[in-house]
């Protein structure tokens, strides 16, 4: 029986192929070990949207290839997303790799890892120009999360074509499950452990079921998922601007168990910046999702994401953003410099910016959200807040560590909980605030 351990790297939607990918490993009868020194194939489920994460997911594959140089593995694997987008070039400078995989074959690792069970074993090499494959509820899941909370895939691939993206090329086209496979998805986890949360993503969850019938189904998914009462919190990521409607709003306003936040990521707030990124929504549009998302759902948590240094960003469309930004007073902000990427339509774009530039206008747009983001929590002081329990720290006595509904794993901050109970993971409790950080709220119960 072959030893396998995967490193997954990236986001939480590759963190749900590798769950995928080890529990198709394991049902046909491979071991999963969690200390990759005690493998006998190492599988590294690789990121490659943007320049850092492209380096962090070679610097993991050469350093599994030193272990496997030191006899302490017999096999490396390079699967996902880097392996999609240049498993040509990895296979030519990396020779010291056994197999190259991309994203297509997460439900079939196990037949295409057969070779490497021989002494003479043959280099692995699978890679689809345009992936298809679509996970549904009988995909076998080995869980990466911790009991209480889990993410469930909704959609693959990618609807959008905004300039500065290759996920379509490292995905394909955009593919929804059905509602019913989602449903029975949910039914079966919430089946085998306790949950507390549920987290719906996709790379577009808003687009949901428009490339099955050219409508948003999104809002009939969430009321399908609110009326099984399954779960006490569902979390809704990765939502399109420019696919958020009424309905949408509707369906989360009027259901508890859907948390009061959203993803909506906005990227630019100039009208020229959006079309050159080709994101296909207009600041208005924008404007009136912030507005509706605040007006039915009171005390939403609104999480954004924005990119500094498009190709042609000119000191005043940079303003426009921070301006845009400073009067939306979003709860969470995370932003990136722009990183040209072969294949996307911005790379070799007229009016690169300096890396220097770049640089300084990400420390801006973090600096402002610092301030922001501390007098949104320093209002908290004093309000009882409801938290889901995540971990109670070893070392040290009387402190956990949990989330508000403004706040999703990984992503974002975190409550910092003080009491004498004895308090378990996947728990909710009320915690009274009674001090605020820039990104954490800290309180007793």
């Not at 769950?19 to 690789?46: M, R, W």
């Not at 689809?128 to 009988?138: A, C, F, M």
Request: include cysteine.
């Amino acid at each position: 029986m072959l030893k396998v351990s995967l490193v997954s790297l990236g986001c939480a939607r590759t963190l749900m192929d590798s769950e995928v990918a080890l529990g198709g490993l394991a049902a046909q009868g491979y071991e999963v070990v969690s200390d990759v020194k005690q493998a006998d194939v190492a599988i590294v489920n690789t990121c490659g949207f943007i320049e850092e994460a492209k380096v962090e997911s070679i610097e993991t594959i050469l350093e599994l290839c030193r272990e496997k140089k030191k006899g302490r593995l017999g096999a490396v694997v390079v699967l996902g997303c880097l392996a999609q987008r240049y498993g040509k070039e990895l296979g030519e400078e990396l020779k010291e790799v056994d197999g190259i995989i991309g994203t297509n074959h997460y439900g079939d690792l196990a037949r295409l890892l057969e070779p490497l069970k021989n002494k003479k074993k043959a280099r692995v090499f699978e890679v689809r120009e345009k992936p298809r494959y679509l996970l549904d509820e009988h995909s076998p899941r080995h869980s990466l999360t911790p009991p209480h909370l889990a993410y469930v895939k909704i959609s693959e691939g990618c609807i959008n074509a905004c300039s500065y993206c290759v996920i379509p090329r490292m995905k394909g086209p955009h593919r929804s499950r059905t509602i019913d496979s989602v449903l029975n998805e949910i039914k079966k986890i919430a089946g085998e452990r306790k949950l507390s949360e549920i987290n719906l993503i996709g790379q577009d969850t808003a687009a949901f079921g428009f490339d099955r019938s050219r409508a948003f189904e999104l809002p009939l998914l969430l009321q399908k998922i609110a009326d099984q009462n399954l779960v006490p919190w569902v979390r809704l990521l990765y939502a399109h601007p420019g696919h958020v409607t009424d309905e949408l709003i509707d369906a989360m306003a009027r259901n508890e168990t859907i948390c009061k936040y959203v993803d909506f990521p906005i990227e630019h707030s100039h009208d020229d910046m959006l079309r050159r990124m080709n994101r296909g929504v207009s600041r208005a549009k924008m404007e009136w999702g912030i507005e509706t998302f605040r007006k039915k759902i009171p005390g939403v948590a609104i999480r954004t994401t924005v990119i500094v240094g498009f190709p042609g960003e000119t000191e005043e469309e940079f303003r426009d953003l921070m301006d845009f930004l400073k009067d939306a007073r979003f709860e969470r902000v995370g932003a990136f410099e722009f990183s040209e990427e072969e294949g996307a339509r911005a790379y070799g774009m007229d009016g690169q910016i300096p890396k220097a530039v770049k640089r300084e206008r990400f420390n801006a747009v973090m600096a402002q959200q610092m301030e922001i983001s501390r007098g949104i929590h320093e209002a908290q002081i004093g309000r009882e807040v409801e938290v889901l329990i995540d971990e109670r720290p070893a070392d040290e006595a009387g402190v956990f560590y949990g989330r508000t509904q403004a706040d999703a794993p990984e992503v974002d901050g975190q409550a910092i909980v003080h009491s004498e109970k004895n308090l378990e993971q996947g728990e909710f409790v009320k915690m009274r605030v009674t001090d605020a950080l820039e990104y954490d709220l800290i309180g007793a119960c």
